[in-house]
C-alpha cells in the first residue's frame, strides 16, 4: 500500500455524504472530540440536503408522554391527549416488531433491534443539539405522533447550522471517484472537484445508495427500474459504495429490491431538496379508503393488509410489476364527501371525478368489463362499505358502490436501493467479515435493513443512530491513531 503523500488534503474523519447519516456523523464527532472533520458532498450548495430535506417524520419509541413533550419546542399550545390518542406509548418491542412485520426475511435482525433499542436515546440527543418537533397534521395509527418542525428541510437546516457551528467543514461539488487504504489504517479518498485528493485517519460513508445511477439500476434491480422516476435527489450514484466495495467491503442486504412508493403521474424525473412541498403533495398514500387496480382492471394488490404507513412500499414495488407500470386508485362517494382524501388527490390534475365505473374506466383505459366484475366481487362479499375513518379501513373488505368516484393514476417513485456494506451495530464497515479499522458507514449505503416493505420514518432513524455510533467511533479511532 502506498504511504501518505504529505502534500494531501488531509483530515482525522472525513465523511463523504451529507444527508442526515452524514450530519449526524459529523456532529457526533466533533463532539467526541475530533479536530479536524469535514463532509464531502456531491451537490451544489444551493442544493444540498439530500433526500433527507424531502422527508418530514422519524420513527422513534417513547415510554411516556412527557418525553413527547420534551421534544416540542412550545408543548403547551399543544393538547398532549389529541397527540397521543390510542397511543400513550410506543416501546422498543412495539418498534420492532412494526419493523420486522414488513421488512422482509433478507435484514440482519441484530443491527435493526439495537437501532430501535437506541431511538429513544438517539431522539433525545438530536433534541439537545437542537431538533424540533410539531404535531403530525395528518396521524394515522401506527404513525409516530410528531413530525420534524419544517420537515425534512428543518432538519437538515439545523443539522448544518450544529455541525457548522461545532466547526466541521462541508465541500459542495465534491463527487467521490475512488478510496484506497493506505498504511496505518488511513484512506486515501479521490474525486472530482477541487477537494481531492484527500487522506483521513477515519472515513465514514453516507452517500445513499445507487439508486441515481439508470445502469446500476437495470444490473441490480432489472430492466423495468432503469427510466424509473426518482422521489429523491439525482445525486447518489452509488460510486462510493461500488469503491468500498472494490475495497474490500461485506455486502448485505437485498440489491434486487428498493423502496419505491406510489406517487401521482406528475412527479418529475427527480426531485430536488428545495422541492420538499411540491414532493409531499404527490404521495399517494390514501389507498387504505379505497381499491387499487391495473390497467386490466384487476386488484394486484391488498389495500386492507395493513396501515399505509406500513404498506405503502411494497404497493409501489408491485406498481412496477403491472402493465404500463401504471396503477389506479379508486374512491366511491363516500370519501369524497367525508373530506378524508390529502389535498394532493383533489388537486392532481390527472384525477378524474366520474358518475360511474364503466365511464372512469373508458376514460383512463381500464378494462370496464374486469373493474366492474371485480368491484361487484367486493361488493357481494359483504363487507362494510369504504369508511372513510383510515384506521376503520384497514383489515375489512372492501365495497365500493356510492357514486361519484374518484380515479387516481398513480406511478412508482424510487426512493433508495435496499443493498449495501455490511456493518456492526457500532457502523464499523466489514471486510471478510471482520470490522475494517477506521472505516465505517452510515444511512441509505447499510446494507441489511430492509427486504420487502419499509416502515415509514425508519430511515431517518437508522441513519441519525447509525450516523451517531459512526462519528463517535471515527473519532476515537481518529485519536488512537495519531490523528494530523
Avoid at 438517539?122 to 437542537?130: E, I, V, Y
Wanted: proline content about 6%.
Amino acid at each position: 500500500m502506498p504511504e501518505q503523500d504529505d502534500g494531501l488534503n488531509k483530515q482525522q474523519v472525513l465523511i463523504i455524504g451529507a444527508g442526515n447519516a452524514g450530519l449526524c456523523a459529523g456532529i457526533a464527532a466533533l463532539q467526541a472530540g475530533a479536530i479536524s472533520v469535514a463532509i464531502l458532498d456531491s451537490a451544489p450548495r444551493d442544493l444540498r440536503g439530500g433526500n433527507s430535506a424531502l422527508t418530514k417524520s422519524m420513527r422513534f419509541s417513547w415510554d411516556d408522554r412527557a418525553f413527547i413533550a420534551t421534544l416540542l419546542r412550545d408543548p403547551g399550545q399543544y393538547g398532549l391527549d389529541t397527540i397521543l390518542a390510542g397511543r400513550p406509548v410506543y416501546t422498543d418491542a412495539q418498534y420492532f416488531d412494526d419493523w420486522l412485520g414488513v421488512s422482509g426475511d433478507q435484514v440482519d435482525t441484530a443491527l435493526i433491534k439495537s437501532i430501535t433499542r437506541r431511538s429513544h436515546g438517539t431522539t433525545a440527543w438530536m433534541r439537545a443539539f437542537g431538533q424540533r418537533w410539531v404535531p403530525r397534521p395528518d396521524p394515522l395509527p401506527g404513525d409516530v405522533p410528531v413530525v420534524f418542525e419544517g420537515g425534512g428541510q428543518g432538519l437538515q437546516a439545523r443539522n448544518f447550522a450544529e455541525f457548522e457551528r461545532l466547526g466541521g467543514t462541508v465541500h459542495y461539488d465534491s463527487t467521490v471517484t475512488d478510496i484506497e487504504r493506505l498504511s496505518g489504517d488511513r484512506f486515501l479518498v479521490r474525486g472530482t472537484g477541487g477537494t481531492f485528493p484527500v487522506v483521513c485517519d477515519a472515513l465514514v460513508l453516507a452517500s445513499g445508495g445507487f439508486e441515481g445511477d439508470p445502469r446500476a439500476r437495470e444490473r441490480h434491480l432489472g430492466g423495468q427500474w432503469r427510466d424509473v422516476k426518482l422521489r429523491g435527489v439525482p445525486f447518489n450514484n452509488g460510486a462510493p459504495l461500488e469503491a468500498a466495495v472494490a475495497l474490500g467491503a461485506d455486502t448485505a442486504g437485498n440489491w434486487r429490491k428498493c423502496h419505491a412508493t406510489p406517487q401521482g403521474i406528475g412527479l418529475p424525473d427527480y426531485v430536488l431538496p428545495r422541492q420538499m412541498h411540491e414532493s409531499h403533495l404527490l404521495t399517494r398514500y390514501a389507498f387504505p379508503l379505497g381499491i387499487v387496480v391495473n390497467r386490466e382492471g384487476r386488484r394486484f394488490f391488498d389495500e386492507s393488509a395493513g396501515y399505509s404507513n406500513l404498506t405503502y412500499v411494497s404497493l409501489g414495488q408491485k406498481i412496477m410489476e403491472q402493465p404500463g407500470r401504471i396503477a389506479f386508485q379508486i374512491f366511491d362517494g363516500k370519501v369524497l364527501e367525508a373530506g378524508a382524501l390529502p389535498l394532493g388527490y383533489l388537486g392532481d390534475p390527472a384525477a378524474l371525478t366520474v358518475r360511474s365505473l364503466e365511464e372512469g374506466a373508458e376514460r383512463l383505459g381500464i378494462d370496464a368489463v374486469r373493474l366492474r366484475d371485480e368491484v361487484d366481487r367486493l361488493n357481494k362479499a359483504g363487507g362494510d362499505p369504504v369508511s372513510p375513518v383510515a384506521d376503520v379501513s384497514v383489515r375489512t373488505p372492501k365495497r365500493l358502490e356510492s357514486p361519484p368516484f374518484l380515479f387516481v393514476p398513480v406511478v412508482s417513485g424510487l426512493t433508495f436501493t435496499y443493498g449495501g456494506l455490511s456493518v456492526t451495530t457500532d457502523a464499523q464497515v466489514r471486510g471478510g467479515g471482520k470490522p475494517i479499522e477506521g472505516l465505517y458507514a452510515a444511512g441509505v449505503i447499510v446494507g441489511g435493513l430492509y427486504d420487502e416493505g419499509y416502515p415509514a420514518g425508519t430511515g431517518l432513524m437508522a441513519g441519525a443512530v447509525l450516523g451517531r455510533a459512526a462519528g463517535t467511533a471515527a473519532a476515537g479511532h481518529a485519536a488512537r491513531t495519531g490523528g494530523n
